[in-house]
């Protein structure tokens, strides 16, 4: 995935694929800079991540890290990119993403995004998946 098809890096578009780019090199720095200081994100379901994380803090420091930390680290943790549309300040993103959790089950899932990017920073995301794989290959004992 690159930034290079004739996106604007400040544009919508171009800040949601440089931080998932980010996400997927390990680029803390950039990951947190993507992110309006108010940004909030929204994850359905039951789960440790799910609900409403409120401010830029609680989206990194809250619900990515707590995404992370059923990961383990010393396997592949991955992210692809296979489809975004772009309207305005929205832009929709899916992806697949993969790695073994911490329980030891192999863990694909097939995700949803929907971004509001303003002044060059994502305001809001909303995360669509399959809340029942993510519970069974990450958290169930």
Known sequence: MTTTDRTEPDAPRGVVLRYFEALAA????????????????????????????????????????TAFAHLDPDREIGLKVTNVFGEGEQVLVEWDSWATGRTGRAYHEHNIGVFTVRAGKIVTMREYADTQHWERALVAP
């Open 26 to 65: 390990g680029d803390q720095e950039t990951v947190r800079n993507s992110w309006a200081e108010d940004g909030s994100c929204w994850y359905g379901g039951d789960l440790p991540i799910s609900g409403t994380w409120q401010g830029r803090d609680q989206v990194i420091d809250g619900f990515l890290a």
